[in-house]
Nanobody, 126 residues
Framework: QLQLVESGGGSVQPGGSLRLSCAASGFTLDYDDIGWFRQAPGKEREGVSCISSIGDITTYADSGKGRFTISRDNAKNTVYLQMNSLKPEDTAVYYC???????????????????WGQGTQVTVSS
């Protein structure tokens, strides 16, 4: 059964850091572009960052540029999102997903992604 499991969320103060993990179960991630998305209360889900199958192409939403870093370790079948200098507006449920449509790894459009995980809550508050 193909499954993605997110972890690493939590509550931090503004300026803090978290590293989210997206682990694959039942398949290998080696050939898949992976994306991180988030949904804040009352808002639509939005793209955060995406990475190509071999990690040579990464894309970031403006909101995370310079603060977030996406990476992957195919040997561990895991994709990471390092989030630094967190802000209250980063509060959301964060999801990872696999590209199921399209082939442009430089694009991070959620309509091209599927097999969503259950999400991990990130709360940034003082």
């Amino acid at each position: 059964q193909l499954q993605l499991v997110e972890s690493g969320g939590g509550s931090v103060q503004p300026g803090g850091s978290l590293r989210l993990s997206c682990a694959a179960s039942g398949f290998t991630l080696d050939y898949d572009d992976i994306g991180w998305f988030r949904q804040a209360p009352g808002k639509e889900r939005e793209g955060v960052s995406c990475i190509s199958s071999i990690g040579d192409i990464t894309t970031y939403a403006d909101s995370g540029k310079g603060r977030f870093t996406i990476s992957r370790d195919n040997a561990k079948n895991t994709v990471y999102l390092q989030m630094n200098s967190l802000k209250p507006e980063d509060t959301a449920v964060y999801y990872c997903a696999i590209r199921v449509e399209g082939s442009d790894a430089s694009m991070c459009r959620q309509e091209e992604y599927g097999y969503w995980g259950q999400g991990t809550q990130v709360t940034v508050s003082s």
